[in-house]
């Protein structure tokens, strides 16, 4: 019984996404759904890379918490459109929130539409939302074995960010054994290896994501 009942919620997300996905196909604006497990640096990646792009690309964010707007207000501190959404307890964004959080951003002054998606590792794969590619990102301090884990998310993502590499010298993140680990389950995925703090690997990060907006 609860099969069918998560499969009707499934499909009824996928035809609100198919929804989502058409406006922003009209409107020339491309998504990326980024997730990861909470305070694995989601949202010091899309404050660097409003930064990095400023002047260049017009980004607006949706930001997903389970409560709160702290990383809301941190966006919204880059001049950028920034729009919250608290889903009560909830532990992923749907389909439905993202295209209420959409219809209230100038899509037609916007390029590119970053979602911070709820910290959680698990199930906000399940739920498509609209976007053009999956970011899933991986800190150094949560250790390379997650991505055995939480499988899930790995193999669905079109990049991998690992975070906090400044970290590496103090931890035992393995990064060859963590790189093979996802070649293996999912070969297409970029990878890219970051630090915010020192700005290491920000670069190729920033092309990545050049790179996939829709021209
Ligand atoms: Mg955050
Ligand atoms: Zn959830």
Redesign the pocket.
Known sequence: MEIKVLKDILSANDQIAERNRALLLAKKVTVLNVMSSPGSG??SLILETIRALKGRVRIAVIEGDIASTI?AQKVGQEKVPVVQINTGGECHLEAGQVGRALDSLPLDQTDLVLI?NV?NLVCPGEFRLGEDKKVVILSVPEGDDKVHKYPLLFTMADAVVITKIDLLPYTRFDVPAFLQAIGGMNPQARVFQVSCTSGEGLGEWVEWVTSVIRK
């Open positions: 989601k949202t990383d911070e910290g």
